[in-house]
């Protein structure tokens, strides 16, 4: 699934119906990435670019296997409450990557945390588990200090951020984009 996409639908979200000062701050702050990026070399032009300058790759693969299937299903589970995308919107959604069992795997570690941390606090509101749910999908592509600077943090306590680190177990992934 891409998870620039996803973040920059969240984000559309947010700024219809809840705050759209903050949308303009976190817009602002977890806009990514890379542009020529190269596996091998240490030297990528990185550049920050406005989500809303983006466009959505096609959809690259026809179908998914089953066991795809399966892990994306339970993806969408976890994240229904704080993320409004159907299950067909998600399927579709990584069969636009290149690879999609990597960003199912990257996925799976985002709904982990998630789901640890809201079962250990469970009377959160949904407000602070939308909070805990952008915190930790920007935790996937930035490391912890970048990810706490970048995220709008108004609900969670320092205490909850660490616990939420504590959870999601990948390293950063930053999202690349080509230039067409």
């Not at 299903?73 to 995308?85: C, G, K, L």
């Not at 159907?86 to 069969?95: A, R, V």
């Not at 009377?123 to 706490?148: F, H, Q, T, V």
């Amino acid at each position: 699934m891409d998870r620039l996409y996803r973040l920059t639908k969240i984000m559309k979200l947010i700024f219809k119906k809840i705050l759209p000062a903050f949308l303009l701050l976190t817009i602002f702050g977890l806009t990514m990435f890379s542009c020529k990026t190269n596996d091998k070399s240490k030297n990528s032009n990185v550049e920050t670019i406005n989500a809303n300058d983006l466009t959505l790759s096609p959809v690259i693969h026809d179908t998914l296997n089953s066991n795809q299937i399966e892990k994306i299903t339970e993806i969408q589970r976890v994240f229904s409450e704080v993320n409004p995308s159907s299950l067909e919107e998600t399927i579709t959604d990584f069969k636009r990557d290149r690879n999609p069992d990597n960003e199912i795997a990257i996925w799976l570690a985002m709904a982990n945390a998630y789901e640890k941390f809201t079962s250990k606090n469970p009377s959160i509101d949904i407000d602070k588990k939308k909070e805990a749910y952008e915190l930790i999908l920007i935790r996937s592509m930035e490391n912890e200090e970048n990810a706490k600077a970048k995220a709008n943090l108004k609900l969670l306590s320092a205490k909850e951020i660490s616990e939420i680190f504590s959870y999601y177990e990948l390293e950063a992934k930053p999202i690349t984009v080509e230039q067409k």
